[in-house]
């Protein structure tokens, strides 16, 4: 399953892709799994930057990506807010510091991810 992960919120959002992409690729299950998303070239731009990420996780392995970007965001300084699209879906988590576990493990956790107002 392809899973697309866009980062909002922050001051430098490609920055904090770069920085999402080294987190993911320390961990061996997404390792080499995690890439920029070819970007899309408009008519008359020369060129387009890369503002996605593209995951190749297995099926049902959205629960643990959720996680360990939940821990990522754990990290971080500001106010990041993360979307997860697959199979059609949207999942957010928004939250910096020790609030992004709990919002992650909300949407995540136990009993599987969760659409944003459950």
Do not use: C
Request: zero cysteines.
């Amino acid at each position: 399953m392809d899973v697309e992960i866009e980062v909002a919120g922050a001051d430098d959002p490609r920055g904090e892709l770069e920085s999402l992409l080294q987190w993911l690729n320390r961990e061996p299950e997404y390792r080499g799994r995690v890439e920029f998303a070819p970007a899309e070239i408009g008519e008359g731009e020369l060129g387009a930057l890369q503002e996605i990420l593209l995951a190749a996780i297995a099926a049902g392995g959205l629960d643990a990506l959720g996680q360990t970007i939940g821990t990522w965001l754990q990290v971080r300084r500001p106010e990041i807010t993360v979307k997860l699209r697959a199979d059609g879906t949207v999942r957010e988590v928004s939250a910096s510091g020790p609030a992004a576990k709990l919002v992650a493990e909300h949407l995540f956790g136990g009993d599987g991810p969760k659409r944003i107002g459950e």
